[in-house]
């Protein structure tokens, strides 16, 4: 099915007239300057922000029966994308809305008996002795219920203002930056913000008198990237080298830290550990791969004395 451009001048006919496209794959709408035969006015992000602007002032509106269409369906993925088309909805919006509406459902049935259900299902899955686990219990519950009442509402809140896409992306990434950076305060290290947007690292451990560059990545999903992400966005030309995400090494931090934005979890990487990895290797690298380094604080430590080392060879080879 090809894009219709007859009501390519007006945007929420031209949005109508393609909507099962756009929810198919909106990446066609890209605009190349150098290849827009069709003279097309709005690009992929005009309509994603046009559409997630239609959800969220309609959403008051049509919220009972969205959820009502969903149950229809009984609650099927694969339907949410039939729903968005018959409302005119991005698919990817239209998801994200109902999973909170659910989870807001599922919250409202916390209770008591459902925190204990839990804590005995951890105590049950243990081999500690009985001694271990009276020695926890008001420990474990006391951060089950916060941990729980988290869950519960699928993590931190996100965008409850509708803040546009692009502004809302470079937020999400301060936010990942201060989130480590209050982890690694708390963890007791001397560590502060760096403010210079071009630098290659976002914050800065001072451990012993020595100075660590951290770079900090956002993550919401299972993978993560040791590469810079392309620049993109109306106006960029994704082709161009200067827009090209470059591979991050040690030359740039002496730390990766990956943040998932939706607990505050933190993998600490040295990057050390990664510069031996080819190209296609750090593309994408799933979280399982990382283990090793999740909330692994020690990291520093060992990182300092790594460093020490490698000083003090040197100066003996001198």
């Not at 009985?130 to 009442?149: A, C, G, H, Q």
């Not at 982890?183 to 100075?211: E, H, Q, T």
């Not at 770079?215 to 106006?235: C, E, I, L, N, P």
């Not at 283990?291 to 790594?306: A, F, G, P, Q, T």
Request: glycine fraction near 4%.
């Amino acid at each position: 099915m090809a894009i219709n451009y007859t009501n390519k001048d007006n945007l929420k006919l031209y949005v109508a007239d393609n909507i099962k496209e756009i929810n198919t794959r909106i990446n066609q709408f890209k605009i190349d300057s150098q290849n827009n035969p069709n003279k097309a006015i709005f690009d992929n992000t005009d309509i994603k922000t046009y559409l997630k602007n239609k959800l969220f002032e309609e959403l008051g509106t049509f919220k009972i029966s969205l959820v009502k269409d969903f149950e229809s369906f009984h609650f099927k993925k694969n339907k949410i994308v039939d729903i968005a088309n018959t409302y005119i909805y991005y698919k990817k919006d239209l998801t994200e809305v109902l999973e909170a509406i659910v989870f807001s459902e599922l919250k409202d049935e916390y209770s008591e008996k459902m925190l204990q259900n839990v804590v005995e299902t951890i105590f049950k899955n243990t081999s500690i002795s009985d001694e271990r686990k009276k020695f926890l219990r008001t420990s474990i519950k006391n951060i089950t219920k916060k941990s729980l009442y988290m869950l519960l509402q699928n993590g931190f809140l996100v965008n409850l203002n509708n803040v546009e896409s692009g502004v809302m992306t470079a937020n999400a990434g301060d936010s990942a930056q201060f989130l480590f950076v209050s982890r690694a305060i708390l963890a007791g290290f001397n560590c502060s913000n760096v403010d210079v947007r071009s630098s290659r690292y976002d914050a800065v451990i001072d451990y012993k008198n020595k100075i660590f560059r951290v770079q900090v990545k956002g993550v919401t999903k299972t993978t993560v990237s040791f590469r810079d992400r392309d620049r993109g966005g109306k106006g960029i030309d994704s082709h161009n080298e200067r827009n090209i995400g470059k591979r991050i090494t040690s030359e740039d931090c002496d730390i990766y830290v990956a943040v998932d934005k939706q607990i505050g979890m933190c993998y600490i990487i040295p990057m050390k550990d990664i510069d031996p990895w080819d190209d296609a290797s750090i593309e994408s690298v799933n979280l399982t791969q990382l283990e090793k380094y999740r909330e692994n604080w020690n990291i520093v430590s060992e990182l300092y004395d790594y460093m020490e080392k490698a000083d003090s060879d040197e100066e003996a080879d001198a």
